[in-house]
């Protein structure tokens, strides 16, 4: 399961808000809602973020398994 616990770490380090990625970067509140239930997102929101915080994708995401893999299908 891939989950953004790094981007909200980072966000926080870098004083950057969701208001501040709604506002300036134009990423829907949607999606915003959806990184943090670490649901399916778009690569092109993925790489909005980077751009935005000025990091490599490793640095908001990871992949944690899961015990059941079932959970995520």
Do not use: H, P
Not at 5 to 15: H, P, V, Y
Not at 23 to 45: A, M, P, Q, V
Request: glycine content about 4%; hydrophobic content about 35%.
């Amino acid at each position: 399961m891939i989950v953004f616990d790094k981007l909200w770490k980072l966000m926080s380090q870098k004083g950057v808000s969701t208001y501040t990625l709604r506002e300036k970067y134009g990423i829907d509140g949607k999606t915003i809602s959806r990184l943090k239930n670490n649901k399916n997102t778009e690569t092109k929101t993925l790489n909005k973020l980077c751009a935005a915080l000025n990091c490599k994708l490793e640095d908001i995401a990871e992949y944690v398994e899961l015990e059941d893999e079932q959970d995520i299908y």
